[in-house]
């Protein structure tokens, strides 16, 4: 002999196999029973029974959070590698300027020894700040 609560647990699972569905519970001579169809005495009650809820793939989540993670990591990477070309970029320009503005000084130099060269050393002066003036142009110009 079943009990009814165990008869409607049973109803309910196989209820949640099947998608929602009615159960139906009749009362007939004092006697309560549970049945998938309508019964043909007795009082009738109709009763939903829910759709069980999704299914929870644990796996779905996992790979997910690994992909995250991962996608993560590897904007981290970007990131520092970015990071480190723009240090890399901005030391790079503080050499350079750094080298001009000594070309530009030396050319300056060049320029006013010329001014200043007597007339044995004029020629060598002036030559020597044309081609700082060269250097100058080529290295800070461009």
Not at 10 to 19: H, K, P, Q
Not at 21 to 43: F, H, R
Not at 71 to 88: C, P, S, V, Y
Not at 120 to 129: F, V, Y
């Amino acid at each position: 002999m079943t009990s009814p609560s165990l008869l409607l647990y049973a109803m309910v699972l196989l209820a949640g196999s099947a998608g929602a569905q009615d159960v139906y519970k009749c009362v007939q001579d004092g006697q309560t029973s549970y049945s998938a169809t309508p019964c043909t005495g007795g009082q009738l009650q109709i009763l939903e029974v829910p759709s069980p809820p999704p299914a929870v793939d644990k796996g779905a989540a996992t790979r997910q959070e690994r992909v995250a993670s991962q996608l993560e990591a590897a904007r981290k990477k970007q990131e520092n590698l970015a990071d480190q070309a723009r240090e890399r970029a901005a030391k790079q320009k503080e050499t350079r300027d750094k080298h001009c503005a000594q070309l530009r000084l030396e050319q300056k130099w060049a320029a006013q020894d010329a001014v200043g060269a007597g007339d044995k050393t004029r020629d060598a002066a002036q030559l020597k700040a044309r081609r700082a003036g060269e250097r100058l142009a080529v290295e800070c110009l461009n």
